[in-house]
């Protein structure tokens, strides 16, 4: 599994973003290969990440050439450059239905 952080500043008010997020998250629901995504608002004002769950590096890859992805920018009006970072999940706390067919090859801890 690829764990992919999007942090960024927005242009828009906290109210807006949520509002654009709400909007766009059936459209990330349909994303193939998506297991998970998380909203932030982080501690800074204006601040947001997008925490996401890949099953594997091809999805991910898929995903960065729809248009969906090529739209975050100007959907959250983001300021500069988003700070982009990817990991792979080697260890997992808790398992879930969600995230149960890509732990396949991932040992639980327990």
Known sequence: MILQ???FESSLSE?????IA???????????????????KL?????YAGVMLWESREAL??????????TVP??????GEPCVRLGEVF???RGG???????AGVRVAG
Request: no cysteine; aromatic share 8%.
């Open 91 to 93: 260890d997992v706390l």
């Open 22 to 40: 709400a909007e766009r998250a059936d459209a990330y629901r349909a994303v193939p290969g998506l297991l998970q995504k998380f909203y932030v």
């Open 97 to 103: 239905s969600a995230l149960s067919s890509a732990q």
């Open 5 to 7: 952080t999007v942090r």
């Open 15 to 19: 109210a807006e973003a949520l509002r």
């Open 74 to 79: 100007t959907a959250y009006a983001v300021k």
């Open 43 to 47: 501690d800074l004002p204006n601040h």
């Open 61 to 70: 890859a898929a995903f960065r050439e729809s248009e969906l992805a090529k």
